[in-house]
């Protein structure tokens, strides 16, 4: 849950061609989610850029009110303390961003997952012996509600 992880499993008969089919899959997210965190992350950058700026401004401002006390110039230590606030939540935001990688790579299976032959004999003699028990008690039904000559 909110782990970010995920897990691609490729089922077919052919053991190598579901190698083969993996390996294709995870290079493709790989290759989107490398675009996707590059595009955050310059916008990010670029966010954090414009924050610097709108700081210094403020600081500009901050240094005229203290040249000219009379001036009467917006509550620039709020906006100063929110900027910083912004900033910092960008910041936080790129630390948070994390890459797209690879855990584990795709392996080929020693055994083939598909068809389980233990399994499926297990299942049809189960089945078997429920449709032959069906079946005499069935038989002794029927038996028994033929009329009687």
Same mark, same amino acid.
């Given at each position: 849950?909110?782990?970010?992880?995920?897990?691609?499993?490729?089922?077919?008969?052919?053991?190598?061609?579901?190698?083969? %089919? *993996?390996?294709?899959?995870?290079?493709?997210?790989?290759?989107? =989610? &490398?675009?996707?965190?590059?595009? +955050?992350?310059?916008?990010?950058?670029?966010?954090?850029?414009? %924050?610097? !700026?709108?700081?210094?401004?403020?600081? *500009?401002s901050?240094?005229? &009110?203290?040249?000219?006390?009379?001036?009467?110039?917006?509550d620039?230590?709020? +906006?100063?303390?929110?900027?910083?606030? +912004?900033?910092? +939540?960008?910041?936080? &935001? %790129?630390? *948070?961003?994390?890459?797209?990688?690879?855990i584990?790579?795709?392996?080929?299976?020693?055994?083939?997952?598909?068809?389980?032959?233990?399994?499926?004999?297990?299942? !049809?003699?189960?089945? !078997?012996?429920?449709? =032959?028990?069906? =079946? *005499?008690?069935?038989?002794?039904?029927?038996?028994?509600?033929?009329?009687?000559?």
């Open positions: 849950k909110d782990t970010n992880f995920f897990v691609i499993k490729v089922r077919l008969n052919d053991r190598n061609l579901s190698y083969s %089919l *993996a390996k294709e899959i995870v290079k493709s997210y790989l290759e989107y =989610g &490398q675009s996707i965190y590059l595009r +955050q992350y310059v916008l990010l950058e670029n966010q954090v850029k414009e %924050l610097d !700026g709108l700081i210094e401004k403020t600081h *500009a901050s240094s005229i &009110q203290n040249m000219f006390p009379s001036m009467i110039i917006p620039y230590k709020v +906006q100063l303390r929110d900027l910083f606030s +912004q900033k910092f +939540q960008l910041e936080s &935001q %790129l630390v *948070a961003a994390k890459e797209f990688k690879v584990d790579e795709p392996i080929v299976p020693n055994s083939p997952i598909s068809p389980n032959k233990v399994r499926n004999i297990f299942i !049809g003699c189960i089945i !078997g012996l429920m449709a =032959g028990v069906f =079946g *005499a008690f069935f038989m002794e039904y029927w038996e028994k509600s033929k009329p009687k000559k």
